[in-house]
């Protein structure tokens, strides 16, 4: 199985890390594929500032960044430019025409806000646990139930709307309440994850089996749950396994817990992202390819 992360994020958003030197380390750890996936800019007239986007005036710089570094790696690392774009309701999301000019080789689909429709309240729901916690309660009347619900509505108008190539932490919502760590969530969330995968059995989207909690040492799960991995396995939708990089140091991070969870699912293999590259066995794969690859043995 050939190693990939096309999650990876750098300082020209909340990275800690330049563009060339994630791929160093990438070389340096095994890794065969590696995709740059800036936090998109918002829409100006969200009036939400953040520190974690990438900030407009910086998308030139990082897409020249992306694109030497595909000519400088070229033979020995794969190197594909990506977005992940944020959907809120109304204002954005993976399917806007915004981010069509530049020639992206794949948009990662995420859901992190929850607001009101005019906007004037949002918040996080990976945010710092206060965050979420006053959020609930202004937005939700301390509901978390409603705001789960919220969150999956969310993430299923985006499916439906289209536009996106991997699906981003699907079960992100989670992070900041432990109740609902391991499955151990209520019927109603359920219900609406399944709600989600139907909608996902319909559309070419792969859903990543993203390590980034776990290597951020704040959850010991991926996303998706085992549970999720187990209905989506059934629905036979596929997957890839990203470590949602913030820095070198989590490259290729927990991806031996990925395989053991992809496996107790059902899974035997994932998919590989390939563009106008010759795959693991030496064929040529038009514009936008997965390819699927076996999980490894061992």
């Known amino acids: 199985m050939n190693y990939a992360c096309l999650h990876t994020h750098t300082t020209f958003c909340d990275g800690r890390d ?10 340096e750890q095994g890794l065969s594929i590696l995709g740059f996936s800036a936090h998109a800019p918002l829409p100006a007239e969200s009036g939400i500032i953040t520190q974690w986007h990438l900030p407009i005036d910086k998308l030139e710089a990082y897409i020249e960044a992306v694109q030497a570094a595909k000519k400088a790696w070229e033979g020995k690392l794969a190197i594909y430019l990506g977005l992940e774009i944020d959907y809120i309701p109304g204002l954005c999301g993976p399917a806007d025409r915004r981010f069509d000019a530049y020639n992206l080789d794949y948009r990662i689909g995420s859901v ?3 607001s009101t429709p005019d906007l004037s309240h949002y918040f996080t729901v990976d945010g710092p646990a206060a965050e979420w916690e006053a959020g609930v ?8 139930e ?14 439906n709307a289209g536009g996106l190539d991997i699906l981003g932490h699907i ?8 109740p609902w760590w391991n499955d151990q969530f209520p019927e109603s969330y359920r219900q609406d994850v399944r709600r989600v995968l139907r909608a996902l059995q319909e559309k070419s989207i792969v859903v990543e089996v993203n390590t980034g909690a776990m290597n951020r040492g704040t959850m010991n799960e991926t996303y998706p749950s085992l549970g999720i991995l187990r209905e989506m396995r059934q629905l036979s939708i596929p997957v890839t ?11 290729k991070g927990n991806y ?6 992809l496996k107790q699912s059902g899974y035997e293999e994932i998919f590989n992202f390939y563009k106008n590259r010759k ?3 030496g064929e040529t794969h038009g514009p936008s390819a997965w390819i699927r690859e076996r999980l490894p043995l061992e």
């Open 241 to 251: 396994i990203n470590a949602d990089a913030h820095s070198t140091a989590h490259l």
């Open 171 to 178: 079960d992100l919502v989670k992070k900041n309440q432990k």
């Open 18 to 27: 330049t563009v060339e030197g994630l791929c160093q380390s990438a070389w």
């Open 256 to 261: 031996d817990k990925a395989i053991e969870a």
């Open 137 to 144: 309660q202004e937005l939700f009347a301390g509901d978390y």
């Open 112 to 114: 992190h806000y929850l």
């Open 279 to 281: 795959g693991p066995s």
């Open 146 to 159: 409603a705001a789960a619900h919220a969150y999956w509505k969310n993430v299923e108008d985006m499916v």
